[in-house]
């Protein structure tokens, strides 16, 4: 059943949201002690929302779109007086002042929060084991990472705590966590999405988006966050279509691209293979697919690294004990405070990110580091130009293995870094993609992405639809 028609009943008197909203909060207090995917969760707060609900419907008022409809919240997203932690020791026990833009709009079309989601530290991570509250478990297979960075909301889905929930995505901590659990996960196109209110990491990089079980629900829950904001000075004025109208979109003639770049040794064979059967599913409907060139896909993590880490170690100057979270209790003067507040409060990645992006950025390597990853990443942005002059969209894998064993990779910064080889071009250039799954394989899922050109989240989400496979 899709949110879409969940919301119809409600309306109608046809099926009880208290019913509905229950059956999520039981799975929450069986599931969670074990998975880890929320790190609030307030029983009283959920029904006080509801019963708001109620009286607006009995007041025979105007019901919006989301209409009793329960989302998680990854936790770097500001929820007016909840807690927003990042994960991190240092805003543990910030609380939230304001809405991010995204928590409005859900409000507005009376969506309810439902929880905030557990997430990698800062959003640096990709097997959510960096998280200050502890790792999330992949629901799939307990002893296996959800991914990350948004691991709680992709978890969270997965395991049916929440039909819908929302991610943030600098590099592909929405899509690879999708991918590694089992569901769906979009990353806007740069700008789609308005970024007031949430936590900044690579602020050229970060968007908002949704993660669900189902394809039309992610359409669903973008047309109702996306947006032009006066507050986000990246945000783009262009109208928002009705994303989930997807049958306006004529798949068949859509011509699909598949990039050599992403079918290279050292990917996993069974990732591989899901990803071509998929291929030749497309190609059996008569949809034209042919293989196309991203030359410069190989510098692609290397000046993520590059740009994300300067981007992150500007932002998180912010924290010094001053202004926001966390204060070390033992110090001497004020600078002693300033750094025995950032040594206790940031976790080891995010320490590591702080001290690469310091170094690129420093007088002398400014030129040789920073500013040769801004041009790179233009070749990057050139690539994808050129291709999208020939086909609509492309076809790749999301990760190149499935989701691995708990502390498989965490000694091992660099192997963890290529986790997000394929999803990071699509960062770089700010280009809408998504991950679908591709059958299932033992207990866990292949995935592939999707990729667009800017603004052609509709028909991502068309081609989508069509290639997501459950088992
Ligand atoms: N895993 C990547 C990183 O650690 C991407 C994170 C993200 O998209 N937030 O930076």
Do not use: W
């Amino acid at each position: 059943m899709s949110i879409k028609r969940d919301v119809e009943k409600f309306k109608n008197g046809e099926m009880s949201l208290e019913e509905y909203v229950k059956s999520y909060i039981d799975n929450i207090k069986q599931k969670n002690r074990d998975i880890n995917a929320l790190i609030f969760f307030d029983e009283d707060y959920v029904y006080s929302q509801i019963e708001k609900l109620k009286e607006k419907q009995n007041r025979g008022e105007k019901l919006g779109k989301l209409f009793g409809i329960p989302i998680v919240i990854k936790d770097n997203i500001n929820v007016f007086g909840l807690k927003t932690t990042c994960a991190s020791k240092i805003l543990a026990n910030y609380e939230s002042i304001y809405d991010a833009t995204v928590i409005e709009k859900i409000k507005a079309e009376d969506g309810i929060i439902l929880a905030k989601a557990n997430m990698d530290e800062f959003a640096m991570g990709s097997s959510n084991e960096t998280s200050y509250f502890g790792p999330v478990k992949n629901p799939l297979d307990l002893e296996r990472v959800p991914g990350g960075s948004s691991g709680g909301s992709a978890a969270a889905v997965s395991s049916g705590m929440a039909p819908i929930a929302l991610g943030s995505d600098t590099g592909g901590s929405i899509r690879q966590p999708a991918a590694f659990c089992g569901v769906i996960g979009l990353k806007p196109t740069y700008g789609r999405v308005s970024r007031y209110g949430l936590v900044a990491f690579g602020s050229s990089l970060d968007q908002i988006g949704p993660i669900a079980d189902d394809v039309e629900d992610a359409a669903y829950l973008l047309e109702v966050i996306a947006g032009y904001d006066p507050k986000d000075s990246t945000s783009i004025e262009k109208e928002v279509e009705s994303y989930s109208n997807l049958e306006d979109i004529d798949v068949k003639s859509l011509k699909v691209g598949v990039p050599k770049e992403y079918f290279i040794d050292g990917v996993d064979k069974e990732v591989i293979d899901a990803v071509n059967e998929r291929i030749e599913y497309l190609k059996s409907l008569g949809i034209e697919v042919k293989e196309i060139s991203l030359p410069h896909t190989e510098y692609a993590v290397a000046t993520y690294y590059i740009i994300a880490t300067a981007e992150a170690s500007s932002n998180l100057a912010r924290y010094d004990g001053v202004k926001y979270g966390y204060r070390s209790q033992n110090y001497t003067s004020l600078i002693d405070m300033y750094k025995k507040t950032r040594d206790e409060g940031f976790g080891a990645e995010v320490k590591r990110r702080i001290m690469l992006g310091t170094y690129v950025l420093s007088a002398g390597y400014y030129d040789a580091y920073y500013l040769k990853g801004q041009k790179v990443r233009t070749l990057i942005i050139e690539d994808f130009k050129k291709v999208f002059e020939d086909v609509d969209l492309i076809i790749t894998p999301v990760s190149p293995s499935l989701p691995f064993k708990l502390g498989e990779k965490l000694d091992d910064p660099l192997q963890m870094y290529l986790s997000d080889m394929f999803t990071i071009p699509a960062s770089l250039a700010g280009l809408p993609a998504i991950s679908v799954r591709a059958g299932k394989i033992g207990n866990l899922y292949g995935a592939v992405q999707i990729i667009g050109n800017y603004f052609e989240e509709k028909k991502v989400l068309a081609l989508a639809k069509l290639l997501d496979k459950r088992d």
